[in-house]
């Protein structure tokens, strides 16, 4: 905590390093947080329970989370996770006696390409088959130290299989940072905006505008955070590009701190990157030592700029600029009440840049390259190049990077995908597109995408993977709105019980009236999204959903007699009437 | 009088504590008024124990036991329309707040453990509904065509959704009717 310098903001980063070490958040850990930070205790237990990787009870000291995307579950993570389990002889979710271990699924954890995969105390396992299943078990059983355990194991690879300019772009570390300091600040922003890059996250707000925003925003000062909460399924660009273009994402971060005049930058790390954390230190490092980052930049006398990384706990919800804000307070990421907007008043109530990854690395190239040059690339209002996720039914699954206006099919063709029926882009709060639409474009003005590309053949069940969809939302809501909150839950059981033969066309137009509640009513983008899954599959895809619905008149979507089994136990009875006996036949 | 044929209405209370039903004659004098219209066929009022064919049906309260079960499909049966009355009816209520404790446990606790009933035993008489597992809304059960919030719901709304029906329109409770705040 003195490393924190006792801060409130920083709770989540210091029970994130309770957890770390002590494998759970105990009561007296609690106490002593509640103590030296001076924050209510309620404050610290409900920021502790609100991300799913902080554990307020014990969790084993193995703790196992299988990655529970679609992606993995096509790649066969169900049989794993019960395989598992059997051979350790645990039940799913429950601590084993001897507090060894836990097994679990997590939402995506952004290794499609290289699935099935698992965290494991926070790392990942890729790859996963029932041999290395078996082994982890058999390691697990032993008490093996991860640091022990094969290197392979945890082996995640970047797997670019097509670049562009962004990925195949040569220059060196501070040569982006000279040439906007040489244009000037002003000019800088001047540039991005006649670049048109527009931000890579999914929303597509134009960069430059939002430089320019903030840098005309009054405040004490001035802060730049970059968004690589890479939350949404399917989605593992960030990844990579942390990975491989860490330079330039922080490169791009220095540009934006010069245009903005913001002195602190925070990147905020998704928890499930947190491998990739080392990593990423390290280059901050070699920059503050090559002065690209820390006071004086490139000797420009009054260019201070410095990031510190965050680390987030498991919450897709913190994708959003404000909620992302305000889990970096320290607090729970309940996404803000829009306007202000984060230009104006962001980070501790101060005018924030709030930019994607991959928005800051495509920004060294504008400063490289010039605004001109960028808009050359592209379609009209899609400047650039967009990298994309492929996973799924394909040969080659990986990041592609295309000029913007490329067509799906191309896309597919490259991968190798072959008998394809649909194919979700940019994750569940995207769009799904049937085959007839193959030759739309990615593009803001088509098919806008935060990357993810997830692709299904013919054997694949529509059906199914809104359902996977469905329950992600549930998961993720932040609980904080009642119709979000109450309304992902009705809804995952709705398509529960259509996919356990019980619907019936009653239950199709309670989902419809689901649907308006939670696009009209939610407090954020994560309920508005959270029936696109649904109604888009229901909109392309008809013949999945009337096959589920079994019953022509409403059925209960639980078993009514077993619902008295624990009272006929208790009581001995198994008269006639300590059942609930079928409607159409008559009781013995 | 009017010439039409009056509707018939039955009334029960599952799992619930006959708020509604207090609520339902809350609308006092517009009861004269409703009996020019309505015909009640079981209910409280009535003192009818077997519902018969019915237009509407008005249930409060939620579903504990394997009678409410027998009652509701029941009442589906013989009802053209059936309205949920109140928040047990609705979301299960103050009986539902037993759901997070298993069932074998909470007979255990009431009937087996001490003090009071040391000799205790749970009882078992067939003339004894069973409690479910859950307490769970109508609508869980079985297809419900109305909803009327409310802990209870206020006589108003009850009338209005009563006049409506007569009227053979849905008439949507507005703010006042639902929000109490």
Same mark, same amino acid.
């Given at each position: ?278 990593? @990423?230190?390290? %280059? $901050?490092?070699?920059?503050? &030592? *090559? +002065? ?6 490139? =000797?420009?006398? #009054? ?104 067509? @799906?099919?191309? %896309? $597919?063709?490259?991968?190798? &995908? *072959? +008998? ?6 940019? =994750?569940?709060? #995207? ?158 | ?181």
């Amino acid at each position: 905590m003195a490393r924190h310098r006792h801060d409130p903001h920083e709770l989540l980063q210091v029970l994130r390093e309770v957890q770390e070490s002590c494998g759970w958040i105990a009561p007296e850990a609690i106490d002593c947080i509640v103590a030296r930070l001076n924050l209510p205790r309620t404050k610290v237990l409900g920021v502790a329970t609100f991300y799913s990787f902080l554990h307020i009870n014990p969790c084993g000291r193995y703790r196992v989370l299988f990655s529970d995307n679609i992606t993995d579950r096509m790649l066969g993570s169900p049989a794993l996770l019960e395989r598992l389990c059997r051979s350790l002889w645990i039940e799913r979710g429950k601590v084993s006696e001897d507090g060894l271990v836990s097994v679990d699924t997590t939402s995506c954890t952004g290794l499609c390409d290289q699935g099935p995969a698992l965290l494991v105390n926070g790392r990942p396992v890729t790859r996963l088959t029932g041999r290395r299943v078996d082994e982890i078990a058999e390691l697990i059983r032993e008490s093996v130290p991860l640091e022990a355990w094969p290197a392979e194991y945890f082996r995640v690879d970047d797997n670019i299989q097509r670049r562009d300019a962004l990925l195949g772009a040569d220059y060196r570390p501070g040569e982006a940072i000279a040439a906007a300091l040489a244009r000037g600040p002003a000019a800088l922003v001047e540039e991005m905006k006649a670049s048109r890059l527009r931000g890579r996250g999914g929303a597509g707000f134009p960069a430059g505008l939002k430089w320019q925003a903030c840098r005309d925003a009054p405040g004490r000062t001035h802060y730049l955070v970059c968004n690589a909460d890479e939350g949404e399924p399917g989605n593992f660009k960030d990844r990579v590009l942390l990975a491989c273009a860490a330079d330039a994402v922080v490169e791009g971060m220095t540009l934006g701190a010069l245009a903005t005049g913001a002195w602190r930058g925070f990147l905020y790390l998704r928890g499930e990157y947190r491998f990739l954390l080392g990593h @990423l230190e390290a %280059v $901050l490092e070699r920059r503050r &030592a *090559a +002065r690209l980052l820390g006071e004086s930049i490139l =000797g420009r006398e #009054g260019f201070d700029f410095d990031v510190a990384i965050h680390v987030g706990a498991g919450a897709y919800v913190c994708g959003e600029e404000s909620a992302l804000i305000e889990s970096l307070e320290g607090k729970r990421g309940t996404p803000r009440s829009r306007p202000p907007y984060p230009v104006t008043e962001g980070y501790l109530g101060e005018p924030t840049v709030v930019n994607n990854v991959e928005t800051f690395a495509a920004s060294c190239l504008v400063a490289l390259k010039g605004g001109a040059w960028y808009a050359g690339l592209g379609t009209a209002q899609s400047s650039g190049t967009k990298v994309l996720c492929v996973s799924g039914d394909c040969a080659r699954p990986g990041i592609y990077e295309y000029p913007f206006g490329t067509s @799906l099919r191309e %896309v $597919l063709a490259d991968s190798g &995908a *072959a +008998r394809t029926q649909a194919v979700q882009v940019s =994750g569940p709060s #995207g769009a799904c597109v049937p085959a007839a639409e193959f030759d739309r474009r990615i593009a803001f003005e088509d098919l806008p995408t935060a990357g993810a590309v997830m692709v299904f053949d013919q054997g694949r069940d529509m059906f199914e993977v809104a359902r996977n969809f469905v329950h992600f939302f549930r998961h993720e809501s932040c609980g904080f709105c009642t119709p979000c909150r109450v309304g992902t839950s009705l809804l995952t059981n709705m398509m529960d019980k259509l996919a356990n033969g019980l619907g019936s066309p009653y239950d199709f137009a309670e989902i419809g009236k689901m649907n308006l509640l939670l696009q009209s009513m939610s407090h954020c983008g994560l309920g508005h999204s959270a029936c696109n899954p649904v109604l888009t599959t229901i909109d392309k895809f008809p013949g999945a959903f009337q096959s589920r619905l079994a019953h022509e008149d409403f059925e209960p979507a639980f078993d009514l007699d077993r619902a008295l089994a624990s009272a006929r136990q208790m009581t001995g009875r198994d008269d006639r009437a300590a059942h609930v006996w079928p409607q159409s036949t008559e009781a013995p | 009088m009017s010439a039409r044929p009056k509707l018939r209405v039955a009334t029960t209370s599952l799992a619930g504590c006959f708020g509604c039903h207090m609520s339902l004659l809350d609308i006092d004098e517009r009861l004269f008024a409703l009996l020019e219209r309505v015909e009640f066929d079981r209910s409280p009022i009535t003192d009818v124990k077997e519902v018969g064919n019915c237009d509407v049906g008005l249930i409060e309260g939620g579903l504990c036991n394997a009678e409410n079960v027998e009652v509701l499909r029941e009442f589906r049966r013989r009802c053209k329309v059936l309205v949920a009355v109140g928040a047990c009816a609705i979301n299960g209520g103050l009986p539902a707040q037993r759901n997070p404790l298993s069932l074998p446990l909470l007979l255990q606790e009431v009937y087996r453990s001490e003090p009071g009933a040391r000799f205790g035993r749970i009882p078992d008489d067939p003339e004894l509904p069973l409690p479910l597992n859950k307490v769970h809304p109508l609508h869980e059960v079985v297809r419900i065509d109305h909803f009327i919030p409310g802990c209870p719901p206020s006589a108003d709304a009850i009338w209005k959704v009563l006049t409506g029906l007569l009227a053979g329109e849905e008439r949507p409770l507005d703010h006042g009717l639902i929000h109490l705040d």
